[in-house]
């Protein structure tokens, strides 16, 4: 029963494997907005259902950031289901990385903190607050996306805590790029200008607190 657990993760990538194939084959550029916006269907259900199709592979993936799919939600929906779209995209996006870290067990926390010394950081935090750890990693780049969830994961970290504090930490973003998307074919509009403010508040905020957190460190 053990062993035909830890083949989930192994079909999981086997599966986006094949999908990223067929989707790199039909197109002769890099994944990219326009690239998404070309393959996607008319039909609204259809097109939602490639795009969480999309953040489900990006999760395997470092080919494409997860900018291009906010951007993607916020031109082909409205801009309260895109940002919906996009909140549940990201959550996918974190979530099979996490179960493959449950999975693949604890012995994998031990390589992670040897690749990357910051994951100790991580570690110590979420030893006195899981909630924070979970949340700040969010909104910090302490070690790549993928990385700290199945950090998360091997060490049996909630996962209703896990979730919850990830979409937390990551929603400003998700609103701020989304809404980017929405009104990127204006980019002179003042509301282009304001959501992008706004972007760029969010980023230099994020840089803000890493500096704060390395401080704390020393």
Same mark, same amino acid.
């Given at each position: 029963?053990?062993?035909?657990?830890?083949?989930?993760?192994?079909?999981?990538?086997?599966?986006?494997?094949?999908?990223?194939?067929?989707?790199?084959?039909?197109?002769?550029?890099?994944?990219?907005?326009?690239?998404?916006?070309?393959?996607?269907?008319?039909?609204?259900?259809?097109?939602?259902?490639?795009?969480?199709?999309?953040?489900?592979?990006?999760?395997?993936?470092?080919?494409?950031?997860?900018?291009?799919?906010?951007?993607?939600?916020?031109?082909?929906?409205?801009?309260?289901?895109? /940002?919906?779209?996009?909140?549940?995209? !990201?959550?996918?996006? =974190? +979530?099979?990385?996490? @179960?493959?870290?449950?999975? #693949?067990?604890?012995?994998?926390?031990?390589?992670?903190?040897?690749?990357?010394?910051?994951?100790?950081?991580?570690?110590?935090?979420?030893?006195?607050?899981?909630?924070?750890?979970?949340?700040?990693?969010?909104?910090?780049?302490?070690?790549?996306?993928?990385?700290?969830?199945?950090?998360?994961?091997?060490?049996?970290?909630?996962?209703?805590?896990?979730? /919850?504090?990830?979409?937390?930490?990551? !929603?400003?973003?998700? =609103? +701020?790029?989304?809404? @980017?998307?929405?009104?990127? #074919?204006?980019?002179?509009?003042?509301?282009?200008?304001?959501?992008?403010?706004?972007?760029?508040?969010?980023?230099?905020?994020?840089?803000?607190?890493?500096?704060?957190?390395?401080?704390?460190?020393?």
């Amino acid at each position: 029963m053990k062993n035909k657990k830890k083949l989930i993760p192994i079909v999981a990538i086997v599966l986006m494997g094949i999908v990223f194939t067929v989707i790199v084959k039909k197109s002769s550029e890099p994944l990219s907005v326009n690239t998404i916006l070309r393959y996607t269907p008319e039909n609204a259900m259809l097109a939602a259902g490639i795009v969480l199709l999309l953040f489900a592979l990006k999760s395997l993936t470092v080919v494409f950031p997860l900018s291009i799919l906010y951007l993607a939600s916020g031109i082909l929906f409205q801009p309260v289901i895109a /940002v919906l779209i996009s909140t549940v995209g !990201l959550a996918i996006t =974190i +979530t099979i990385p996490y @179960l493959i870290g449950r999975y #693949s067990g604890k012995q994998i926390v031990q390589k992670i903190c040897q690749k990357y010394p910051k994951a100790e950081m991580v570690a110590k935090y979420q030893r006195t607050n899981t909630f924070f750890a979970c949340f700040i990693t969010r909104i910090v780049g302490f070690l790549p996306g993928d990385i700290v969830s199945i950090d998360f994961g091997a060490c049996d970290t909630a996962y209703l805590i896990y979730l /919850v504090a990830g979409v937390f930490g990551s !929603l400003l973003s998700i =609103i +701020t790029t989304t809404l @980017l998307g929405e009104k990127i #074919s204006d980019p002179f509009s003042i509301e282009f200008m304001m959501v992008l403010l706004c972007r760029i508040l969010v980023s230099v905020g994020a840089v803000v607190i890493k500096y704060q957190l390395n401080q704390k460190k020393k």
